[in-house]
């Protein structure tokens, strides 16, 4: 029965397809009274209403629809349709009436014809995004926001927008989003007001020793082969080349090594003596509150490129009172490629004398300079590093310390 009923449906379809195919203008059939004959005439077209059947000699005859009235098919009536005169509440007109067609109505923006009326496209709450738009013709669909998406508003347009990808903006990944929430990254704005000194005067006397007097192209490459532990990738090196001058390359390297380290006994060691040395430092220059001008003076008796005084007036508003200077001396180190703090202060103690300068903050700076230069395990630590290194370079396989 089924087979039977779908065999014949096909035959209609097959049939309606090869009959529509066949004849262009449609054509219908019409008993001529005259010829008492079946006619085949020709139907009209849209636009048009049938003024007179065809007969054997003449053709049929179409007129064109009287205003405001329309066809929309090739058809047989003798009469054209009348068009609607005003579209519905919320809607409008989308095309006006001609012979063609009638008036064309749609729902106002924002709003979907349900069987009579316009509604309102839905919103999707938060946690949910639009995944397609409504139309005039179609309510919004909304979709639960998938893992690493997330949507904060209630709106019909919104799509669920990607969590922020704190560490491609270089920034701390502070508080992890969800479907309703982004990711809240930490650093932007507030770093760029926080001091942030990068190699601390203690990291620097503490590597200084790793520097080279002369540098050859691979020099970092070969640090990074023959420092024990946890090796520093490629991509890295290369961030560190691009954003820094050679001197600058050896603290960064070692810096970051020692942080991929920091739960080696080593390493844990040398980061105590760090420590140490930051909290000593801090004990003797930490508390010379120095004024702007004074700062204007120190930087200025230092050798080389000045430090500039828009930046001690940026630092000023960026760093602690006992954090100025240790800015501003590191912000003088990276503008001189390879010159030493240390031996710039000493340079600058001995012209500080013209400027006036409180006693007791020249007396400080002494007292910093002797504790760095005598910095208890340094020399110690300079002389294993550079054996290790020494041994790496003529391939003596030397484990860990
Ligand atoms: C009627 O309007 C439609 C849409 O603008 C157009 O495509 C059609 O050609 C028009 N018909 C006539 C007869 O002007
Ligand atoms: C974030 O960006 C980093 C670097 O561009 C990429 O490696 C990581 O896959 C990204 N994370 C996500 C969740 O897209
Ligand atoms: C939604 O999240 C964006 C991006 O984090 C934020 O800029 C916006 O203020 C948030 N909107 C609301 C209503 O919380
Ligand atoms: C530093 O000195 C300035 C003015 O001389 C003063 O206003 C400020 O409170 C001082 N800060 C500290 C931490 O002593």
New binding site residues.
């Given amino acids: 029965m089924n087979k039977l009923l779908c065999c014949a449906l096909v035959f209609l379809d097959v049939s309606i397809k090869w009959t529509t195919q066949e004849t262009f203008p449609p054509k219908y059939l019409h008993y001529d009274p005259e010829t008492s004959r079946q006619l085949m005439c020709d139907k009209c077209p849209p636009g048009t209403y049938l003024k007179q059947h065809c007969t054997a000699r003449w053709k049929t005859v179409c007129a064109p629809c009287p205003d405001n009235y329309y066809t929309d098919t090739w058809h047989t009536s003798d009469e054209c349709l009348y068009c609607n005169s005003v579209c519905k509440e919320l809607q409008y007109v989308k095309q006006n009436c001609n012979r063609t067609q009638n008036l064309v109505c749609e729902c106002e923006e924002g709003r979907y014809l349900e069987v009579e009326f316009c509604l309102k496209h839905r919103s999707c709450p938060p946690g949910f995004g639009v995944l397609q738009a409504g139309t005039p013709e179609r309510n919004t669909v909304c979709k639960r926001c998938p893992d ?1 998406f997330f949507s904060n508003e209630t709106s019909s347009k919104a799509p669920c927008r ?2 922020t ?1 704190c ?2 903006l270089g920034l701390l990944l502070t508080q992890k989003g969800n479907a309703m929430h982004d990711n809240v990254c930490s650093g932007n704005s507030e770093s760029t007001h926080k001091c942030g000194i990068d190699v601390t005067l203690c990291e620097e006397a503490f590597f200084r020793f790793a520097v080279p007097t002369k540098f050859t192209p691979n020099w970092l490459s070969v640090l990074v082969d023959n420092l024990p532990g946890t090796k520093v990738n490629a991509e890295s090196l290369e961030r560190i080349k691009r954003r820094h001058n050679s001197q600058e390359q050896t603290f960064q390297l070692l810096k970051l090594w020692k942080h991929q380290n920091k739960d080696q006994d080593m390493v844990k060691k040398i980061i105590q003596d760090i420590d140490l040395c930051e909290n000593s430092v801090q004990k003797h220059i930490g508390h010379t509150n120095l004024t702007f001008e004074q700062l204007c003076s120190l930087m200025e008796s230092l050798p080389g490129k000045k430090v500039m005084t828009e930046d001690i007036e940026r630092t000023m508003k960026a760093c602690k009172s006992n954090e100025q200077l240790l800015k501003l001396l590191s912000l003088w180190r990276i503008k001189n490629g390879d010159q030493d703090t240390l031996k710039g202060l000493m340079h600058a103690l001995k012209h500080l004398k013209t400027y006036h300068f409180p006693k007791t903050v020249t007396q400080s700076l002494k007292k910093t300079i002797r504790f760095l230069h005598s910095f208890t395990m340094y020399r110690l630590y300079q002389k294993l590093f550079l054996e290790m290194i020494g041994n790496q370079v003529q391939s003596v396989k030397v484990s860990c310390l």
């Fill in positions: 690493g990607k969590h990808n560490s491609a």
